[in-house]
């Protein structure tokens, strides 16, 4: 018994000796020194467009709230290193220091052009940039009455505040346009109708509006191969690229990864026309679907010789669009596939011109037909998902319930603008959501229109 007990004593020793090799995992590598530097950059740049932007808007925005909004569930190498990075405010510029040796990350700000990321490495005072004039106000839009059953669309709307159409989901904003007027609107605690959100992809949609009304301005030709200065030689089998197959992310270009993240533009300082024209073909022009920021990018350096005559706040403000404010990166590129600051309700206006098929105060801003050309797949269609594509919008057309003709501007974190042009409808749902936590906006759609009826 004794030297049982004594076996099992031994073979229990040798058990806790081994369990560790087998139950421990390795720890977590250190974040690196580019992760730092980019979180810092993300840092930076997204405090001063969300606080100066508001203060531009006459409203207000804390460094507090932005933390408890913007900076949960962004991406997970990014997120355990943003709380604790030190931030510096000053008038009209952000700095967040990120290592003991490196300078900090830099974001500015320049009235009516919103705010705009250093390069990493940075040294210096505020850049010469030209403030921008920008319309103080328009008209308000008119308010109305819903056609149908106003408690259930309150309802509804409720319902996103309240999580039901996804789960951790986090609504900041609603507005409901019904025959041009606003019939419902709704914001979280810290937002509201003046405090501009960043729309990310939702800026895909508001490059392929600018484009358009370059295009009703007789300077620019969609189906033209895109002006990109370093695809001009002869051998460049780049030059066969059309903007319209950058509208239609089918440009065959090599995309690293799904949605081509571009951090170091976004939040490194790397400049659009340094990075975003070098990536190689992959793929015959128009035979590829593959969502990219760079295709976006390069479709607004297509046309930015018709910036000076006439930048995209110029159109915004002739919609008044004027809390809207369309960033660029240092060297004074758009960064129009993420990088657009604004509120619902300007949004809101941005899908009533699509739902008056191009014209504004009776004036055509936009092509005739060209509501249908961004609404129609002629290019190749993503090979997953319930939604199409046309030319910087998705469309609608596969999800049962909604009217085939409804299209959509979406962007992460939960931004979309839902244009339905016969139902004479537009939503508008901005949120926060966390990586990983989507808005079931089919479904939401399905349900204001119901309650319309």
């Known amino acids: 018994m004794k030297q049982s007990l004594m076996l099992a004593t031994a073979f229990a020793g040798l058990a806790i000796l081994a369990a560790p090799a087998f139950a421990q995992t390795p720890p977590p590598a250190p974040p690196t020194a580019s992760h730092r530097a980019l979180a810092a950059g993300y840092k930076a740049l997204t405090l001063c467009s969300a606080m100066f932007t508001a203060r531009e808007a006459r409203a207000n925005r ?15 190498e990014l997120q355990p290193l943003i709380a604790d990075l030190p931030v510096e405010t000053f ?3 952000i700095a967040v220091a990120w290592d003991e040796v490196a300078p900090p990350r830099v974001a500015q700000f320049t009235p009516g052009r919103g705010c705009m990321i250093m390069p990493t490495g940075f ?3 505020m850049r010469e940039i030209k403030p921008v004039p920008r319309r103080a106000s328009a008209p308000p839009l008119p308010t109305g009455t819903a056609t149908g059953d106003a408690a259930a669309l309150e309802a509804v709307v409720g319902q996103a505040f309240a999580g039901d159409f996804g789960t951790g989901a986090v609504t900041t904003g609603v507005v409901i346009l019904q025959d041009g007027r606003i019939v419902a609107e709704r914001y979280a605690p810290d937002f ?19 484009i358009g009304a370059a295009v009703q301005r007789g300077e620019v030709d969609p189906d033209a191969p895109a002006a990109i200065a370093n ?17 239609r992310m089918s440009s065959g270009l090599t995309s690293d990864t ?3 993240r571009t951090d170091a533009l976004y939040f490194g300082g790397t400049a659009v026309d340094e990075q975003a024209s070098g ?67 300007d949004l809101a206006r941005f899908g009533q011109l699509y739902i008056q098929d191009g014209v504004w105060d009776g004036e055509r801003v936009l092509p005739e ?27 609608m057309n596969r999800e049962e319930g909604v009217p085939a003709d409804a299209f959509s501007a979406n962007g992460n974190r939960g931004q979309y603008v839902v244009i339905v042009p016969s139902r004479n409808v537009v939503i508008v749902r901005r949120g926060e959501d966390p990586a990983g936590q989507g808005f079931n906006v089919a479904a939401f759609t399905r349900d204001v229109l119901a309650a319309l009826n």
Not at 64 to 69: L, R, T
């Open 258 to 260: 799904a949605g081509n």
């Open 369 to 395: 037909g060209w509501r249908a050309r961004v609404t129609t797949p002629s290019g190749p269609q993503p090979p997953t998902g319930t939604f199409g594509y046309g030319a910087t919008f998705w469309l």
């Open 123 to 125: 040294v210096g005072g």
């Open 192 to 210: 509201g109708p003046d405090i501009p959100q960043r729309t990310w992809s939702v800026a895909k949609s508001l490059a392929g509006t600018v």
């Open 231 to 247: 695809w001009q030689a002869t051998e460049d089998p780049r030059r066969a690229i059309t903007l319209d197959a950058l509208m």
């Open 279 to 345: 990536w190689p073909l992959i793929a015959p022009v128009g035979t590829r679907f593959r969502y990219a920021n760079n295709d976006s990018l390069l479709a607004v350096m297509a046309i930015a010789p018709t910036f000076e005559a006439h930048p995209p706040h110029a159109l915004f403000d002739r919609l008044g669009m004027t809390h809207t404010w369309a960033e660029t990166d240092w060297r004074g590129n758009y960064m129009m596939s993420s990088q657009v600051w604004t509120t619902a309700r």
């Open 62 to 76: 804390t460094q507090a709230s932005v933390a408890a909004h913007e900076f949960v569930g962004i991406y997970p």
């Open 91 to 93: 008038e009209t510029e």
